[in-house]
């Protein structure tokens, strides 16, 4: 069974970057592929970008391009989501959120979510 | 704005049903894609419910009732999630999706009165 472990709470400065962690345990990074999803407060769900095992690539939606990295240490099996040039409006909830390689592909499940607050 | 339209809220019963529904934009048409749909209470991260193309090709998620259900209404380009029995645990934000261009809808509140 995948559990999605993500880092805590950040609070950043208008202009920074941050960068959340999602350790799975369960299965091995390489068997899954892994999105990232982001809720602002008292909104919906926002996919932000993940990766495409048909394409072996990431993608990222493109409302993200060029701000958004996600990268993958397959050594310690945690996904990375590292969004710079950050803004007020990008104050949520970040999640993990793992596509299991059943057909057809589907989100589940889904990290506990790290809150990212823009300030400053 | 969202591009797979949901009522932001809906209400019921214990013990009626409920009908939830996704419409899709006019240029996206509803036979050809799974419905995703996803429960969400608060204070934690979404729970995959299930998914649906036809009554032959649907799928339950893991440990979901099978008083979930999703179908489609062809003819308003929408996809449906039909709770039936409800319950007061069944209150909670439920939000649909598609899949290979992954789009949310907006999500619709449901409150079990």
């Known amino acids: 069974q995948v559990q999605l472990v993500q880092s805590g709470a950040e609070v950043k400065k208008p202009g920074a970057s941050v960068k959340v962690s999602c350790k799975v345990s369960?299965?091995?990074?390489?068997?899954?592929?892994m999105h990232w999803v982001r809720q602002a407060p008292g909104k919906g769900l926002e996919w932000m970008g993940g990766?495409?095992?048909?394409?072996?690539?990431?993608i990222y939606a493109q409302k993200f391009q060029g701000r958004v990295t996600m990268t993958e240490d397959t050594s310690t099996d945690t996904a990375y989501m590292e969004l710079s040039s950050l803004r007020s409006e990008d104050t949520a909830v970040y999640y993990c959120?793992?596509?299991?390689?059943?057909?057809?592909?589907?989100?589940?499940?889904w990290g506990q979510g790290t809150l990212v607050t823009v300030s400053s | 704005q969202p591009v797979l339209t949901q009522p932001p809220s809906s209400s019921a019963s214990p013990g009626e049903s409920a009908r939830l529904t996704c419409t899709l934009p006019?240029?996206?048409?509803?036979?050809?894609?799974?419905i995703y749909w996803y429960q969400q209470k608060p204070g934690s991260p979404p729970r995959y419910l299930l998914y649906?193309?036809?009554?032959?090709?649907?799928?339950?998620g893991s440990g979901v009732p099978s008083r979930f259900s999703g179908s489609k209404d062809a003819s308003a380009n929408t996809g449906i999630l039909l709770i039936s029995g409800l319950q007061s645990e069944d209150e909670a934000d439920y939000y649909c999706?598609?899949?290979?261009?992954?789009?949310f809808g907006g999500g619709t509140k449901l409150t079990v009165l």
């Open positions: 649906y193309y036809s009554d032959s090709d649907k799928g339950q």
């Open positions: 006019s240029d996206i048409n509803v036979g050809s894609y799974n």
């Open positions: 999706m598609i899949w290979p261009s992954i789009l």
């Open positions: 959120a793992t596509d299991p390689g059943i057909s057809p592909p589907r989100f589940d499940p």
């Open positions: 990766f495409d095992p048909e394409d072996g690539e990431t």
């Open positions: 369960g299965y091995t990074l390489t068997e899954l592929s």
